[in-house]
Nanobody, 113 residues
Framework: VQLAESGGGLVPAGGSLTLSCAAS????????MGWYRQAPGKQRELVAT???????NYAYSVKGRFTISRDNAKNTVYLQMNSLKPEDTAIYYC????????WGQGTQVTVSS
């Protein structure tokens, strides 16, 4: 399974960005999909996940600001990020779980103060 992320960039504090991740090459249904992030010098952390049925889970730090959604027909997951803060600056990684767990290459999100 290959994951192609897009949508990262530089945005001022308070701004918005939408990340997309399209999965290809899967032989079976993709179950959970999600977004994780890793800031410099820190461990990778969960941002949000979504099941195939649409149940969502968010990190406390992004609740109310970020929204995860998916299009099962397109095997694509989205992350709408609003009210961005400088502490949201990180590389954002897409994850998809089929038989195995797969990761995208990451996309940089930088929020300037």
């Amino acid at each position: 399974v290959q994951l192609a992320e897009s949508g990262g960039g530089l945005v001022p504090a308070g701004g918005s960005l939408t990340l997309s991740c399209a999965a290809s090459g899967s032989r079976f249904n993709i179950n959970n999909m999600g977004w994780y992030r890793q800031a410099p010098g820190k461990q990778r952390e969960l941002v949000a996940t979504i099941t195939r049925g649409g149940s969502t889970n968010y990190a406390y730090s992004v609740k109310g600001r970020f929204t995860i959604s998916r299009d099962n027909a397109k095997n694509t997951v989205y992350l709408q990020m609003n009210s961005l803060k400088p502490e949201d600056t990180a590389i954002y990684y897409c994850n998809a779980q089929e038989e195995l767990s797969y990761w995208g290459q990451g996309t940089q999100v930088t929020v300037s103060s």
